[in-house]
């Protein structure tokens, strides 16, 4: 399961677009971990497949293992680091069920009671995220209580998760 | 990663509560699907780790692909068998989640367009659906649209899902 392998890529993409290298914070050899344009709480990240696939149907076995693992450790470490008491995950799977990057993403929201009054609003708010990122506007809702972030917040937020996985014993550039 | 081992419980949880086998529509050594008391959308299942585990970051290896392989082919199954053209994916993973049921779950709902009014409410859906399962009561603000099942409907979605499965090639006692 472990192995000191390391990647590394000159380019990160998200569906169509780049992503700087700065705003990963762990790479496997199958997936990565992004920081969000627009969290919805603390903490709230991507887990991609490093191949673009737009279905989570079309994930080899490989794949399947390679994100879900990286999801798992990802939530563990965020969990304690934001002091939450719970995770949602969540995969957008097709525009239908409100994926708007054509490419498989896992959502992981570290979750602490009343950070919404009523549960239901984390995912009204992660579907405004959504929206936001893939440019629909709307029906953002939620828009006002949030800010999109400058490329220099999600970068140091990337090296925030990264040296906290690496202090969780994870290496974020290992599987 | 198929083989023809049927693994035969009498008995079946789903945290505290017993579940019918009549009600299970596929198992694999380490996970079962099983049909929902209050789907929100045709289709809507559960799948389950057959251990009783409360949270996601307890799950071996074995075990998270086990599950996560089994959702995949239930969603690909299902979303084809009800016309649906995208699937949600969502584990409340832990209370403050909104999980009610302390036993890792992962719910599969096939979606089409226009089936909620706002994609959002697919989950206060599912939250109120959990939240029935699970006893509470008090905010259930979707429970008149919605109707407990009869142990009878439920077994025959079960047989329904299971041949589905025999019939997309999927061995449903088979990982």
Redesign the interface.
């Known amino acids: 399961?472990s192995s000191s392998r390391t990647i590394v890529n000159d380019h990160y993409s998200f569906g169509p677009l780049d992503i700087p290298r700065s705003q990963v914070f762990a790479e496997t050899p199958l997936s990565y971990g992004i920081v969000n344009l627009k969290p919805v709480v603390p903490g709230h990240v991507l887990v991609v497949t490093r191949r673009i696939i737009k279905r989570?149907?079309s994930?080899t076995?490989d794949e399947?293992?390679d994100v879900?693992?990286l999801a798992?450790k990802v939530?563990?470490a965020l969990e304690k680091h934001h002091g939450?008491?719970?995770?949602?995950?969540?995969?957008?799977?097709?525009?239908?069920?409100?994926?708007t990057i054509p490419h498989v993403h896992i959502h992981v929201?570290p979750?602490?009671?009343g950070?919404f009054e009523?549960?239901?609003e984390?995912?009204?708010a992660v579907?405004?995220s959504e929206r936001a990122i893939g440019g629909g506007g709307e029906?953002l809702n939620l828009d006002a209580e949030r800010v999109i972030r400058t490329p220099e917040e999600m970068a140091a937020e990337a090296a925030t998760i990264r040296k906290l996985l690496f202090n969780n014993g994870v290496n974020p550039n290992a599987r």
């Open positions: 399961m989570f149907e994930l076995e399947l293992v879900w693992t798992k939530g563990s939450a008491t719970s995770l949602t995950y969540a995969i957008q799977d097709g525009p239908s069920a409100g994926q929201l979750r602490r009671d950070d009523n549960n239901d984390v995912y009204d579907d405004a029906r």
